[in-house]
């Protein structure tokens, strides 16, 4: 069963536009999915995986294969396996001179961004594809089960939560002791504890120095790690926000892991009954909004903001001209606090949402209202 993505439609837009179309974002997130799913409307579309021999052996000689192959739309996926490719994808959409020629599908941001950004400057677009979103879901499975399982499709449209539960342990162990040593020569050992160290501090601002002192490692190895886990999509960094009205603010960024149902599976959490009774329950709630922020609107920039005074908003969401502060209350009976109604006196946002798990909102005051995930994305959407 193929479900609707938020992205199809950006994808197709840009496929429109330019040469060549990146699909990024984390393994099993759906990008091959989806990619399959918009070649099913194209003409003579062409797909390609190179993690299958038979896929790699017609690229032998890369150039006479792909020239064979113009006026088609061809899809590479774990384009990262070959970056010997991007130099030829340039030259010969040079030379064709015609949009929707190749999309290309990585997992590794870092790597893949480096390479198609000085081969493809000018020539390509990035869409990023997240595990499924609240939005995406909504009238299809259950909040709660969304909030247990995560959006990793193999985990949330499994048989029971036993083998969800199952599909995530393994997840874990593969993307560490084989995707990420294909990054870089870190120790999975070493990126595993990190990793469980950030899920117990989930959504709290990055203590460096504590985390390294816990590792017996710098300060630098434990900023590098983090990098690392951003880079292929596993952790959100989440800076600052910077006003100009001189006050004393935290410098720290928050880091939260990327999807729920991993964190729960690094918690040892087995269900949702278990979450809710968990002191982490509500930076997992935060979690879920900022996912639905980032599929809901990609080009917003996100930060948070804290003083040192009390002064707190979880996320500042700034996108298509509009400053939002997005408070996130894990409550059905969510209340801004006092540092709430301070921080929205010094950002002066054009809109306050109280984001909880709430089936319909009701405004609390001029320019504040409680809303649902699934108004939170509508809202962000048709700005």
Request: glycine share 8%.
């Amino acid at each position: 069963m193929y479900l609707q993505r938020l992205l199809q439609e950006p994808v197709r837009q840009s496929l429109a536009g330019f040469p060549v179309t990146a699909i990024i974002g984390p393994r099993q997130a759906g990008k091959s999915t989806l990619a399959k799913h918009i070649l099913k409307s194209v003409p003579n579309g062409v797909y390609l995986d190179l993690e299958r021999p038979s896929d790699l052996a017609r690229l032998e000689n890369a150039e006479l294969y792909l020239t064979s192959q113009r006026g088609k739309l061809v899809c590479i996926d774990e384009i990262q396996r070959m970056p010997q490719l991007f130099g030829l994808l340039r030259s010969l959409t040079d030379e064709w001179g015609t949009n929707g020629s190749f999309l290309i599908l990585g997992s590794a941001s870092r790597d893949l961004l480096k390479q198609s950004s000085e081969s493809l400057a000018g020539r390509i677009a990035y869409q990023r594809l997240s595990p499924f979103s609240w939005q995406e879901l909504a009238g299809k499975t259950e909040l709660a089960t969304y909030l247990a399982r995560g959006g990793f499709p193999p985990s949330l449209l499994a048989s029971d939560d036993g083998l969800s539960l199952l599909w995530r342990e393994n997840f874990i162990t593969t993307f560490l002791e084989r995707d990420l040593r294909e990054y870089s020569g870190a120790s999975p050992q070493s990126i595993r504890r990190l990793w469980t160290m950030l899920a117990h501090v989930n959504g709290e601002t990055a203590n460096y120095s504590r985390l390294g002192s816990a590792m017996g490692q710098s300060d630098a190895t434990v900023r590098s790690y983090i990098d690392l886990l951003a880079s292929t999509f596993m952790v959100e960094v989440v800076p600052p926000y910077h006003s100009n009205l001189g006050k004393r603010l935290v410098k720290a960024p928050k880091v939260y892991i990327a999807d729920s149902g991993i964190t729960a599976a690094l918690l040892g959490l087995k269900s949702y009954e278990e979450i809710l009774a968990h002191p982490g329950y509500g930076a997992l709630w935060e979690q879920a909004v900022l996912a639905t922020v980032r599929a809901a609107a990609p080009e917003a920039e996100v930060f948070y903001y804290r003083t040192g005074g009390g002064a707190e908003i979880d996320f500042v969401v700034a996108t298509r001209g509009a400053i939002l502060a997005v408070e996130c209350k894990g409550s059905l009976n969510p209340r801004p606090t006092k540092g709430t109604h301070h921080a929205i006196a010094d950002i002066r946002p054009d809109q306050t949402l109280i984001v909880a798990p709430v089936e319909e909102g009701w405004p609390v005051a001029e320019g504040i209202s409680v809303v649902s995930l699934a108004a939170l994305a509508v809202l962000l959407r048709t700005l």
